[in-house]
């Protein structure tokens, strides 16, 4: 596929603000609230994508490991 520049990229986001974190107990909420102190937003993750996607031609971005700088993990 890179023949035909086709780009493959791997985000890896850390504590990003969405529902998902509703979904947890709440004493594990409590746990991961103070463990990852200030989360990021969506806006953030898609400023990494499109970081990503306009890349000139002959650029690729592999992975991107995005975290918060409070995230102790």
Known sequence: MTRRYVR???VEPGATAT???SHN???VLQ???SQMGQRMEAADIADAITYI???P???TINELLI???EQER
């Open 57 to 59: 031609r002959h650029v």
């Open 53 to 55: 996607v306009t890349r």
């Open 19 to 21: 529902e998902l974190a």
């Open 25 to 27: 107990r709440p004493e």
């Open 31 to 33: 746990s991961l609230s």
């Open 67 to 69: 975290r918060p700088t």
């Open 8 to 10: 493959v990229s791997l």
